[in-house]
């Protein structure tokens, strides 16, 4: 099974991120991702840049509104995910539980979905398939 | 009283539906820090006590030990460590029962050894750490032991899998399992084999086989010899974890590398290889945008790396790079047929077999017609290798009724239908012999 940390942090945290040892922070997160890779779960990941650099599309009305910079009221903000392989939620957890963060942040963990979690026989699943193959045969 | 605080929820755990639950979640949070530490802790105790066996039972113990505290104390912040300490407590007070003052001397010296003299820290070097589970793999894998008992011995110790797991993966009683373990861990003891990385002049021959221990996990997970699922993902998927592990603890070789690079490539057309009916699809009928582009993307990657390394490709890395063409092709037509007969004719070169020349045979009629391909066919057939082989006759039938000689195209497609075990390959083949 598949799992996504999706790591959130609030204003706070950011902040007090700043004030670190930005070597120490990497040299930290460096050994973390290693010992994923060491142990053949880590599948992927991306780190975010500055939440101030993006933007938001909000569907609340039709058609929807482009806004600068983070979500307005959320106390949150998503910086990053990890993809791991694992056995089931309880060794996603403890993989997340070793992840160097201090307190304000948070690790989402969620199962990603598989082909098996769709109906086979759908034909909007099968197309999807479909696009998502063209695109990425576009990008190559 | 705090030991009638810890025991309230131990005792009511054994009484009520709801604290079953619980229990089940302690043994679960247990497992799954099992999986991720069981090869650390079991090299470490290795190295602490000098034999594999031993040091699995006493882990063994230990994780018993983290079952009956953890649900009331909790996980512990660092839980290799408790489990490997708990497990080194155990092993010293049966030396103490024992009297045998010989063995704890020896230990302790091994682990003023592992802390390079200056035991104060009490933190292991990391890279210490790596080099002992290397060790333990190697010695998983030793050849001493037969192929049945390497693979279950890896999965255990490295993988930490229960003997329940294991069986399933190779369906076969866990009573089996248990068995081989048992006698792989005598077996080891009694040939004295050291906890050691192997030395040159045998390296690459263990290397070969640690690998191979891998692909035959990887292969019982999408080519079973029975069973009613014709992939069972999570086993390959756990060879293809562990792979990724040797490949991290050997980051010089490419082919663990190429291994990886394999599997992660083979693994990627999973999702199109079953139909609803649960028959197999092969290879040129897939619907290729069911295959896992990221998946793919990851091999590619490891096959890259394993280039880099710049010592030219071995038997895995040109496996995975036929494994590339087909990943990278969008339709059967516009593969790099061309580039696949090369890479067949370089394996059967360093890893001659009459699968391998079938292979290429079938590879060379895509790349430059059926007449060509059934030159190498008939070399086979006169060579006599694969005589009881459906493939052979059922690939020659397709090259013949191309060729238009299609009386005898339909003798070979029969032929082929009377070699195989499988029903519905049967099927399939009497069907295209019927409609020559």
Known sequence: ???????????????????????????????????????????????????????????????????????????????????IQASGPEEAAEWAKRCPLGPGSKLEVRRVTELEDFPQDNEWIQKEAGWREELEGKAR | MPEADAAGPAVTAASGPPDEAAAERARRAVAAVWRIES??????????????????DLAQEAVVEALRQWPAEGVPANPGAWLTTVAKRRAIDGWRRRDRLDERYAAMARDLEERGGAASDGLPDPDAVDDDVLRLIFVACHPVLSREAQIALTLRVVGGLGSDEIARAFLVPTATVQQRIVRAKKTLAAAKVPFEVPEPNEYAARLAAVLQVLYLVF???HLPASGAEWVRADVSNEALRLARMVAGLMPREPEALS?????????ARFPAR?????????????????????????GRAALLKADGLGRGRGAYGLQAGIAECHATAPTVDETDWAQIVLLY????????????????AAAISMATGPASALAVVDGLVA?????RYPALPAVRGELLARLGRTDEARAELEAAARLTGNDRERESLLAKAAKL
Do not use: C, H
Not at chain 1, 31 to 44: C, D, R, T
């Open chain 2, 383 to 387: 060579g006599g290798a694969l005589a």
């Open chain 1, 1 to 83: 099974m598949k799992y996504m940390l999706i790591m959130r942090s609030d204003d706070a945290a950011v902040e007090a991120y700043e004030q670190l040892d930005f070597n120490e922070v990497i040299a930290a997160m460096g050994a973390y991702n290693e010992s994923l890779i060491k142990a053949g779960v880590l599948l992927g990941g991306e780190g975010l840049t500055d939440a101030k650099e993006g933007f938001v599309v909000d569907f609340d009305s039709t058609p929807p509104v482009v806004t600068d910079g983070p979500y307005g009221e959320t106390k949150e903000l998503f910086n990053g995910f990890w993809i």
């Open chain 2, 274 to 298: 079953t139909a609803p009916d649960g028959t197999a699809i092969p290879l040129d009928a897939q619907d290729r945008t069911r295959w896992d582009r990221a998946q793919i993307g990851r």
């Open chain 2, 345 to 360: 004719e370089a394996l059967g070169r360093i890893a001659p077999s009459p699968v391998v020349e079938l292979n290429r």
């Open chain 2, 259 to 267: 291994l990886v690079a394999l599997m992660e490539l083979t693994a």
């Open chain 2, 39 to 56: 090869a650390r802790v079991v090299a470490a105790l290795t190295r602490f006590v000098g034999d594999v066996g031993q040091a699995e």
């Open chain 2, 219 to 221: 292969n019982e997970g």
